[in-house]
T-cell receptor, first 111, second 111 residues
Framework: EDQVTQSPEALRLQEGESSSLNCSYT??????LFWYRQDPGKGPEFLFT???AGEEKEKERLKATLTKKESFLHITAPKPEDSATYLC????????????FGAGTQVVVTP | DTGVSQDPRHKITKRGQNVTFRCDPI?????LYWYRQTLGQGPEFLTY????????KSRLLSDRFSAERPKGSFSTLEIQRTEQGDSAMYLC?????????FGPGTRLTVL
C-alpha cells in the first residue's frame, strides 16, 4: 500500500533560522510529488511539482528536491509569514486523479 | 474572484440527516476532486472527475457518499444518514493539469 510520511510533525524556528522538512514515500510507479502550503482554516495552496529524481524547484525562500525515496522542502532564512502547515502529496502513474497526502509539518517562525 | 468556490462554508446537522455541498471549479478546469480533512491530518482523497465522468472513487467511501458533476461544470457531494464520524472539512479542488487549486472548504459538524 502507498505511504507518505512527513517529518517532523511540527517545527519551531527563529526568523532567519534555515531548516528542512522531509517527505518520504513508498509508491509504486510515482508520476509526481507535490508540495502545498496550508494556512489555518483555508484550503491548501500549490507550491511545487517534482517529477523525477534529482529535480529541484525554487520559489522565494523555498526549495524542493526529490530523490527516489523522499523529498525535502528547504526553508532558507524564514520569515514569520512562512508559518503554515506544509503538505506533500504523491500521484501514481496509473492513477492520475488520486493524490495521496501526508499529514503535514506545522511550521511556526517567530520574530 | 475566479478561484474555486464552495458552498456552504459551514454546516451543522444532526446525526441521520442528509447534507449536500456544492463546488464551483475554475471555469476552464476539466478535472475536479473532493477531499476530506480532519484536524492534524492531510486531505484524504474521496473522488475525482474528469469533465462529467467520475473516474476514481476512494474505497474508503461508503455507500452513504455520492458525488455528481453534471455537464462537467459544478459538482455536488451528498452525504446521506450523517454520522458523527463524518465531521470534517470537505475540500474541493480543480485543475487543468497537475496543479490543483483548492477551494476554502465546507466545515461539517454532525451533532
Amino acid at each position: 500500500e502507498d505511504q507518505v510520511t512527513q517529518s517532523p510533525e511540527a517545527l519551531r524556528l527563529q526568523e532567519g533560522e534555515s531548516s528542512s522538512l522531509n517527505c518520504s514515500y513508498t509508491v509504486s510507479g510515482l508520476r509526481g510529488l507535490f508540495w502545498y502550503r496550508q494556512d489555518p482554516g483555508k484550503g491548501p495552496e500549490f507550491l511545487f511539482t517534482l517529477y523525477s529524481a534529482g529535480e529541484e524547484k525554487e520559489k522565494e525562500r523555498l526549495k524542493a528536491t526529490l530523490t527516489k525515496k523522499e523529498s525535502f522542502l528547504h526553508i532558507t532564512a524564514p520569515k514569520p509569514e512562512d508559518s503554515a502547515t506544509y503538505l506533500c502529496a504523491v500521484q501514481r502513474g496509473d492513477s492520475w486523479g488520486k493524490f495521496q497526502f501526508g499529514a503535514g509539518t506545522q511550521v511556526v517562525v517567530t520574530p | 474572484d475566479t478561484g474555486v468556490s464552495q458552498d456552504p462554508r459551514h454546516k451543522i446537522t444532526k446525526r441521520g440527516q442528509n447534507v449536500t455541498f456544492r463546488c464551483d471549479p475554475i471555469s476552464e478546469h476539466n478535472r475536479l476532486y473532493w477531499y476530506r480533512q480532519t484536524l492534524g491530518q492531510g486531505p484524504e482523497f474521496l473522488t475525482y472527475f474528469q469533465n462529467e465522468a467520475q473516474l476514481e472513487k476512494s474505497r474508503l467511501l461508503s455507500d452513504r457518499f455520492s458525488a455528481e458533476r453534471p455537464k462537467g461544470s459544478f459538482s455536488t457531494l451528498e452525504i446521506q444518514r450523517t454520522e458523527q464520524g463524518d465531521s470534517a472539512m470537505y475540500l474541493c479542488a480543480s485543475s487543468g493539469d497537475d496543479e490543483q487549486f483548492f477551494g476554502p472548504g465546507t466545515r461539517l459538524t454532525v451533532l
